[in-house]
């Protein structure tokens, strides 16, 4: 963890357009979530824009002690095919704040993908640093670049 987030890249073959629009539909998040703890998302604006908001019900990791929960999501920065990113909060907003971001640029052979989870906003951002929480979310953001990219290269 550096600082206040955790981030992962990798070089996808397939165009920053492609990516964006799979980024941008929420309903497709359980389908690329590499942590399994997205159940499903319900499909608000699709597909997503500045300011637009979607719930997600996420379930357990097997890593963790967390039960079934709902999130409320707020898109904060939307940069059509280049970025995007969403704070996430539960409990009416008495819970969460980390923000998620995906960050589009052009590369050799495709997109270079970059993905961030950011803990600088959230609530409990003492809990969720500690232990092995950095470790298992760098481990399913890597395994969401491996399902984006086994997605649309194929």
Do not use: C
């Not at 929960?69 to 939307?78: A, C, F, L, P």
């Not at 590369?107 to 003492?126: A, H, I, N, Y």
Request: proline share 5%; aromatic share 8%.
């Amino acid at each position: 963890m550096d600082g206040n987030t955790v981030s992962v890249e990798r070089v996808i073959k397939a165009p920053a357009a492609q990516i964006f629009a799979l980024l941008t539909d929420a309903g497709k998040h359980a389908s690329i979530d590499g942590s399994d703890s997205v159940n499903h998302a319900a499909q608000a604006s699709v597909p997503l824009s500045m300011g637009a908001k979607f719930p997600m019900a996420m379930r357990g990791r097997k890593e963790t002690l967390f039960i079934p929960y709902r999130t409320s999501n707020t898109v904060i920065e939307y940069e059509p095919d280049r970025r995007i990113a969403w704070k996430t909060t539960a409990m009416g907003g008495r819970f969460g704040g980390r923000i998620w971001r995906y960050e589009l640029s052009p590369s050799d052979g495709g997109t270079l993908v970059r993905e961030t989870w950011d803990v600088s906003q959230d609530k409990q951002k003492w809990m969720i640093t500690s232990a092995s929480m950095p470790t298992l979310t760098e481990r399913g953001m890597r395994a969401t670049l491996e399902r984006i990219a086994r997605l649309l290269e194929s």
